[in-house]
């Protein structure tokens, strides 16, 4: 089954880290260009960052630059965020996507819920 | 990067068409035919509904329709059917090679 299943998230102090993974199955993530949005809930969907097929081109949102810091390993079919010095208006749940169609997210993670509290 | 402006909330009755805008500039919606559509259910993950402003994946009805004009997107539904009340968002590429999305717009059947 082609799918992604994101995982890592939890409670974490103001200040703290955590590395956020999103495991690809049915597909090669290296065949794509990936994506992290983040959704709080009740609110809406927040571009964060991407990575293209080969690695060699990195964004970031602005609200994220320097602390984030998106990676994949191929071996293991695994994209990841690191996220920190996180903030409490970071608390929300953290999505992978893949990019199937350009400029275009055509298959999505349940998420991973992230919150930032002391 | 300024998220793109949709309505809150939209509403309509069963059989009826409504459309959903959403505003850009031309540093994204405006300066590319890179806008996508996702519909979400609550609890659960968005699914692409428009690409590349109105192309339909498999599988989409063909009672959603997507458009564009300057700096503002559309996304229509015709012929309403419960099952379309959801939240949609609108997404754009950016100059800057990023993406934006829409803060959002819930679709209330009546």
């Known amino acids: 089954e082609v799918q992604l299943v994101e995982s890592g998230g939890g409670l974490v102090q103001p200040g703290g880290s955590l590395r956020l993974s999103c495991a690809a199955s049915g597909f090669t993530l290296s065949d794509y260009w990936m994506h992290w949005v983040r959704q709080t809930p009740g609110k809406g969907l927040v571009w964060l960052s991407r990575m293209d097929s080969d690695g060699s081109s990195i964004k970031y949102a602005d609200s994220v630059r320097g602390r984030f810091t998106i990676s994949r390993d191929n071996a293991d079919n695994t994209l990841y965020l690191q996220v920190n010095s996180l903030r409490a208006e970071d608390s929300a749940v953290y999505i992978c996507?893949?990019?199937?169609?350009?400029?275009?997210?055509?298959?999505w993670g349940q998420g991973t819920l992230v919150t930032v509290s002391s | 990067q300024s998220a793109l402006t949709q309505p809150a909330s939209v509403s309509g009755s069963p059989g009826q068409s409504i459309t959903i805008s959403c505003t850009g500039t031309?540093?994204?919606?405006?300066?590319?035919?890179?806008v996508s559509w996702y519909q979400q259910y609550p609890g659960k993950a968005p699914k692409l509904i428009i690409s590349?402003?109105?192309n339909r994946p498999s599988g989409v009805p063909d009672r959603f329709s997507g458009s564009k004009s300057g700096n503002t997107a559309s996304l229509t539904l015709s012929g309403l059917q419960a099952e379309d009340e959801a939240h949609y968002y609108c997404?754009?590429?950016?100059?800057?090679?990023?993406?934006?999305f829409g803060g959002g717009t819930k679709l209330t059947v009546l």
């Open positions: 031309s540093s994204d919606i405006g300066g590319y035919n890179y």
């Open positions: 997404c754009s590429y950016t100059t800057m090679s990023t993406l934006v």
């Open positions: 996507a893949r990019e199937g169609i350009v400029s275009a997210l055509d298959l």
């Open positions: 590349e402003v109105s």
